[in-house]
T-cell receptor, first 115, second 113 residues
Framework: DTGVSQDPRHKITKRGQNVTFRCDPISEHNRLYWYRQTLGQGPEFLTYFQNEAQLEKSRLLSDRFSAERPKGSFSTLEIQRTEQGDSAMYLC?????????????FGEGSRLTVL | AQTVTQSQPEMSVQEAETVTLSCTYDTSESNYYLFWYKQPPSRQMILVIRQEAYKQQNATENRFSVNFQKAAKSFSLKISDSQLGDTAMYFCAFWQGAQKLVFGQGTRLTINP
């Protein structure tokens, strides 16, 4: 296992289109996180899964955003009717029971540009 | 809500120098964890060092050490003998009991040859 992988790495779309990002966590990790990072800022928490259960969603996650983690493995983050303000890097991270508290393993991110 | 503040947007030092990055935080909790994460250019973020609030001893990891001042809610990172590979964005982060990291705005550190 080579770490957390995210796909696609870059996505350019037109305003109003839907986009979906996929995250494959480290295989033995039961916790999965989505963060959003805009240029020059720190990551902002979006949502968190333990196995297949979505345990917390940020107020940042409007009704245009939906995340799933079927079967507790990979996760998808879908953004419907994209807006220019959605342009950002979307980071996925995973963690497991044997990791230290707060030790998250991040992917390289999926960069979204909305024209 | 917990907040994390990094007041230095950018820093630049010469290779082999020592550099200190600052971080302050606000919380009403008594037990928590603080972290420094590193995000190299175009690469994934990785954990540099972790501090548990109930431990008085400052954490160290090779060339990286922290100065944790609980009463002042201050958590700085010192990098000794800086190397070119230390060039990165550095984020201070706070672990909330609700199982998520809260990050500061970051400090862009450049190590010059």
């Amino acid at each position: 296992d080579t770490g957390v992988s995210q796909d696609p790495r870059h996505k350019i779309t037109k305003r109003g289109q839907n986009v979906t990002f996929r995250c494959d966590p480290i295989s033995e990790h039961n916790r999965l996180y989505w963060y959003r990072q805009t240029l020059g800022q720190g990551p902002e928490f979006l949502t968190y899964f333990q196995n297949e259960a979505q345990l917390e969603k940020s107020r940042l996650l409007s009704d245009r955003f939906s995340a799933e983690r079927p079967k507790g493995s990979f996760s998808t983050l879908e953004i419907q009717r994209t807006e220019q303000g959605d342009s950002a890097m979307y980071l996925c991270a995973s963690s497991g029971d044997f990791a230290g508290v707060g030790e998250l393993f991040f992917g390289e991110g999926s960069r979204l540009t909305v024209l | 809500a917990q907040t994390v503040t990094q007041s230095q947007p950018e820093m630049s030092v010469q290779e082999a120098e020592t550099v200190t990055l600052s971080c302050t935080y606000d919380t009403s909790e008594s037990n928590y964890y603080l972290f420094w994460y590193k995000q190299p250019p175009s690469r994934q973020m990785i954990l540099v060092i972790r501090q548990e609030a109930y431990k008085q001893q400052n954490a160290t990891e090779n060339r990286f050490s922290v100065n944790f001042q609980k009463a002042a809610k201050s958590f700085s990172l010192k990098i000794s003998d800086s190397q070119l590979g230390d060039t990165a964005m550095y984020f201070c982060a706070f672990w909330q009991g609700a199982q998520k990291l809260v990050f500061g705005q970051g400090t862009r550190l450049t190590i010059n040859p």
